[in-house]
């Protein structure tokens, strides 16, 4: 009896509505490292997975808007603790595609450390950036923002997982939903951290992880009309103007993060959050 056993490999899928579907095509792609081995087959996914994800992030988008600001801040809390427990997993996958030891763990920490970073702006981004409006009349006037709804982000090709936190994160905070179309060159940690997301206290559908080709994929998630507003940042260049084209036929929000230091405090800030939120302004009379 030998002792040699096969290795049972992992399968990459979507994550779509809380749940890991294969593409309804059957399409996979090959995910190479950096000489060029492929170490997986990731999900290709296609115009109807992408249809399905923004259906499930607009059903999951009235609980998660509505949820408490405290309650928000705890499940992306857990989300971290969850990633922290799991640590290894992480800077092996990044590894596997070539980073280093050091760059990798450095990587993995940064990322975690950036969801409890935005994780403490739960409660507090209504109060620092709402206000009290001064109006000359018996009557009360104030702003404060609300999250948008159904928010597309397309993740930067690299740092893979840091890239796609720092962009991620800040879209769920103040109650967004979300559907990620995650690296094409590297898209395994955005698989794993879906994992981490269904095992943690995020609710099915406010996050939804779509792998496969952003140039096949981006034009859709731009010009899908229950889309409320779309993160550009791992757009390529030369695909911007389509895109932004194709957002502007629904008056759909755009954004691009031009962050060239993904490791620092640039990449993390309040005005990310709001971003994709709406200022509302509310006047009330003032009593007798």
Not at 22 to 42: F, I, M, Q
Not at 90 to 119: N, Q
Not at 227 to 246: K, S, Y
Request: proline share 7%; glycine share 10%; aromatic share 8%.
């Amino acid at each position: 009896m030998t002792n040699e056993r096969l290795d049972v490999r992992k399968t990459y899928k979507l994550f779509i509505g809380g749940a890991f579907p294969r593409s309804e095509s059957g399409r996979s792609y090959p995910a190479t490292d950096a000489n060029g081995r492929v170490v997986a087959r990731p999900a290709r996914a296609s115009r109807k997975d992408l249809r399905d994800a923004v259906r499930a992030a607009r059903a999951a988008w009235p609980d998660w808007s509505e949820a408490t600001a405290y309650n928000r801040g705890q499940v992306l809390y857990r989300v971290a603790e969850l990633m922290e427990g799991r640590r290894d997993q992480f800077v092996g996958e990044l590894e596997a595609m070539g980073a280093s030891g050091p760059g990798a763990g450095r990587e993995v920490a940064a990322a975690i450390d950036r969801w409890v970073w935005y994780a403490g702006w739960c409660d507090k981004i209504h109060h620092v950036m709402g206000t009290v409006n001064p109006v000359a009349g018996p009557y009360f006037d104030f702003t404060f923002p609300e999250p948008t709804g159904v928010v597309g982000v397309v993740a930067p090709e690299e740092p893979a997982l840091l890239g796609l936190v720092s962009r991620l994160a800040p879209v769920i905070v103040s109650g967004n939903t979300s559907v990620v179309l995650a690296s094409e060159r590297w898209p395994l940690p955005a698989v794993s951290l879906c994992e981490v997301l269904a095992t943690s206290d995020v609710p099915g559908g406010v996050v939804n992880v779509l792998t496969g080709s952003i140039r096949e994929l981006v034009p859709w998630l731009a010009s899908h009309l229950d889309v409320n507003a779309i993160d550009l940042t791992g757009v390529p260049d030369d695909l911007v103007p389509e895109v932004e084209a194709a957002a502007a036929g629904n008056v759909k929000r755009t954004v691009r993060d031009g962050s060239a230091d993904w490791f620092g405090d640039s990449a993390q800030s309040p005005y990310a959050i709001i971003d994709f939120m709406e200022m509302k302004t509310v006047w009330h009379p003032m009593g007798a």
